[in-house]
């Protein structure tokens, strides 16, 4: 770990988040919801169920960093307006994505956390702009960068005085084609024993298939992650983005009731 200043590395003390009266860093925060914001519909039928199942966190894109162009890219403003309501309906803190650093300080009303994607993990000045931001930032991991490169974008976060720094490990590319992306789980353990910041897990875009989610998802609660971020729509078939990789609310109620006696199992362990 070559030219740090060492803020985001293991000689502090572990970072807790705390938004509202959620905790990330102490037991396991499950974050859950549709990968963009459709509708009105969509996002607070979605919302409601993934409550009930007992999820923690609301997630939900508003602005959508999409490889093509001529895909979908978001509802914007009209989005973080449905999540708004969608917290209001629910309880649930919002977590969502931005990716433009003119869009920090007005996104920051809407979202009790903003992500920052894989696509834009090395957009310094992005990073820059959230340092500045008084809302935790769950910076997720570039599809083609190691962990050094990694904590080193945290390291700009920090360095800006935002110290709610939540990692998150989403699969990276390799040879194989039969996952989305390759889901470094040696990342956990890893980050554990360098870093003070919470670590969580992207299942669905680490896999980019819905079966797999579950297999991960423990895998996770095993390997000593703070949380999980997972996609889940009212009718996955129906998703604009990332149909595949979706549970519905009954595969995701199954889920988490296996979590949480994973979890249980767990704390016998350490
Ligand atoms: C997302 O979580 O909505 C997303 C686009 O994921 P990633 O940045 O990991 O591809
Ligand atoms: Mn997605």
């Known amino acids: 770990m070559k030219n740090m200043r060492h803020t985001a590395l293991k000689e502090h003390e572990k970072t ?3 938004v509202g009266d959620v905790v990330i860093g102490e037991g396991f925060c499950v974050i859950a919801g549709p990968c963009s914001v459709e509708s009105e519909k ?6 409601i169920a993934v409550k009930k199942a007992g999820a923690d966190m609301l997630r939900g894109g508003a602005f959508k960093p999409r ?12 989005g973080l307006k ?28 809407y979202a009790d956390v903003l992500q920052i994607g894989a696509r834009n993990m ?11 931001a008084r809302r935790p930032v769950l910076l997720k991991r570039g599809m083609n960068s190691t962990i ?5 974008c945290a390291e700009y976060i920090l360095d800006g005085g935002n110290r709610d720094v939540i990692l998150c490990e989403r699969g990276i590319r390799t040879f194989e084609t039969y996952t989305r992306n390759t889901l470094d789980i040696s990342a956990v353990p890893a980050l554990k024993e360098l870093t003070h910041l919470p670590v969580i897990i992207d299942p669905s ?12 998802s ?10 999980i971020i997972v996609e889940v729509h009212k009718n996955p078939s129906e998703a604009i983005c990332d149909r595949e990789q979706t549970l519905n609310p009954d595969e995701f109620s199954l889920m988490m009731g296996k979590i949480r006696m994973l979890e249980k199992f767990m704390e016998g362990c350490r």
Not at 42 to 47: D, F, G, H, L, Y
Not at 122 to 132: A, D, H, I, P, Y
Not at 207 to 213: F, I, R, T
């Open 16 to 18: 807790v988040v705390y």
């Open 42 to 47: 969509q996002t607070i039928e979605t919302a």
């Open 67 to 78: 490889t093509s162009p001529y895909a979908f890219q978001g509802l914007g403003l009209k």
């Open 82 to 109: 449905i999540l708004k309501k969608a917290k209001e309906e629910t309880g649930l803190p919002i977590v969502t994505e931005v990716i433009d650093p003119r869009d920090v300080s007005w996104v920051s009303e």
């Open 122 to 132: 090395q957009n310094f000045s992005l990073l820059r702009e959230v340092g500045k």
């Open 148 to 152: 050094e490169e990694w904590l080193n």
């Open 205 to 216: 875009h680490a896999s980019g298939k819905a079966s797999l989610v579950g297999s991960l």
């Open 218 to 227: 423990m895998a996770s609660v095993a390997a000593g992650a703070d949380g």
